[in-house]
């Protein structure tokens, strides 16, 4: 199994339609929390960054953290044609040289 | 300031031969990394160093070597190459001491090992 499971996707959806995306992960001892955005044939790039459980809201991006059901989501609100792209999450310990374990991705379409 | 750059941006190579894939970066980072990336499977740790001079093992390191001789660089290396490391690998900077977590990637190697 798995340290971080991502639905893959794809997923298909209309300009302004609210997205949710989310992973799980068994490891415990991970405290920090981020979503990278990947366009196409290009390097990850950080999108969200959440320590420990809790909300986070950055314009139409909210990351949310459930660190007792070891879940997290990221909610776009009124989404865009430009907000298709491959969201990973990723997640690291203290004390782990900031070693990130990745999510496998979901490929996101939005439709215009 | 150019961030991370990795090259080449394509390489195909025959089973058995060997390459050095060049990753640099100009933010002054302590700490740098190699990723593959592959269909499926999200991005695997391969190596990383916390420093100059220094290197260790990550999550898929058989097959693969590393040297961190200057801190602002961080080389790749496949000895003998075979078509299970066909693969998109990043290489990535992060500073020490900052808040955040967050590493910079660089744009990607594509190499295909026939």
């Known amino acids: 199994q798995k340290e971080v499971e991502q639905d893959p996707g794809p997923l298909s959806v209309p300009e302004g339609a609210i997205v949710s995306l989310n992973c799980t992960y068994s490891n415990s001892a991970f405290q920090y929390f981020m979503w990278y955005r990947q366009y196409s044939r290009k390097g990850p790039e950080l999108l969200m960054y959440?320590?420990?459980?809790g909300n986070k809201e950055d314009g139409r991006f909210t990351a949310q953290v459930d660190k007792s059901s070891k879940y997290i989501s990221l909610f776009i609100r009124d989404s865009q044609p430009s907000d298709s792209a491959t969201y990973l999450c990723?997640?690291?310990?203290?004390?782990?040289?900031?070693?990130?374990?990745f999510g496998s991705g979901t490929q996101l379409t939005v439709l215009p | 300031n150019a961030g991370v750059t990795q090259t080449p941006k394509f390489r195909v190579l025959k089973t058995g031969q060997s390459m050095t894939l060049l990753c640099a970066q100009d933010m002054n980072h302590e700490y740098m990394y190699w990723y593959r990336q592959d269909p499926g499977m999200g991005l695997r740790l391969i190596h990383y160093?916390?420093?100059?001079?220094?290197?260790a093992k990550g999550e898929v390191p058989d097959g693969y070597n590393v040297s961190r001789l200057k801190k602002q660089n961080f080389l790749l290396g496949l000895e003998s190459a075979a078509p299970s490391q066909t693969s998109v690998y990043f290489c990535a900077s992060t500073e020490t001491g900052a808040s955040t977590d967050t590493q910079y990637f660089g744009p990607g190697t594509r190499l295909t090992v026939l």
């Open positions: 160093s916390v420093g100059e001079g220094t290197t």
């Open positions: 990723a997640m690291s310990a203290s004390g782990s040289a900031r070693q990130l374990t």
């Open positions: 959440t320590y420990s459980s």
